[in-house]
T-cell receptor, first 112, second 111 residues
Framework: DTGVSQDPRHKITKRGQNVTFRCDPI?????LYWYRQTLGQGPEFLTY????????KSRLLSDRFSAERPKGSFSTLEIQRTEQGDSAMYLC??????????FGQGTRLTVV | DQQVKQNSPSLSVQEGRISILNCDYT??????FLWYKKYPAEGPTFLIS?????DKNEDGRFTVFLNKSAKHLSLHIVPSQPGDSAVYFC??????????FGKGTRLSVIA
């Protein structure tokens, strides 16, 4: 296992289009997190799963955002009707319960 | 509300000298703290952590100090190397919620 993997690394989309990102966590980790990072900010929490259950969603996560983690393995984050304000780095991380979370390399989204 | 604050957006240090990065927190439920390092276009990588039952943790050139009464922690890097140039994030963990990150401090180590 080489760590947390995210796909794609970069995505450019037109405003109004839907996008979907994928995250493959470290296999033995039961928690999976989605964060968003914009310039000059730290990672901001979006949502997280413990196994297949989505335990918490940030108020940052509008109705246009949805995340799934079927069977407690990989996860997808979908953004519908993208807006320019959605442009950011989307980070996925995984951990075994609490403690150190290991991050993927992120997906850079640009909405034009 | 910012539960984790890194008040210095940037820091420049000469190679070989000590780098001290500071972090303040407001959430008394945090019982575990972590430092992450981030290079451009990469995800954050875990650096070092400290439990609230300790006041110091050391790993090679990196030492983290925790002052619970002041709700303050610091990361010391000695000696600083050019490869340490990155953005450093402090994060708090209360166990019941995901990690909460500060805004980061950009460290530049000048050769």
């Amino acid at each position: 296992d080489t760590g947390v993997s995210q796909d794609p690394r970069h995505k450019i989309t037109k405003r109004g289009q839907n996008v979907t990102f994928r995250c493959d966590p470290i296999s033995e980790h039961n928690r999976l997190y989605w964060y968003r990072q914009t310039l000059g900010q730290g990672p901001e929490f979006l949502t997280y799963f413990q196994n297949e259950a989505q335990l918490e969603k940030s108020r940052l996560l509008s109705d246009r955002f949805s995340a799934e983690r079927p069977k407690g393995s990989f996860s997808t984050l979908e953004i519908q009707r993208t807006e320019q304000g959605d442009s950011a780095m989307y980070l996925c991380a995984s951990s075994w319960y609490r403690g150190e979370a290991f991050f993927g390399q992120g997906t850079r989204l640009t909405v034009v | 509300d910012q539960q984790v604050k890194q008040n210095s957006p940037s820091l420049s240090v000469q190679e070989g000298r000590i780098s001290i990065l500071n972090c303040d927190y407001t959430n008394s439920m945090f019982d575990y703290f972590l430092w992450y390092k981030k290079y451009p276009a990469e995800g954050p990588t875990f650096l070092i952590s400290i439990s609230s039952i300790k006041d110091k943790n050391e790993d090679g050139r990196f030492t983290v100090f925790l002052n619970k009464s002041a709700k303050h922690l610091s990361l010391h890097i000695v000696p600083s190397q050019p490869g340490d140039s990155a953005v450093y994030f402090c994060a708090g963990d209360s166990g019941n919620t995901p990690l909460v990150f500060g805004k980061g401090t950009r460290l530049s180590v000048i050769a």
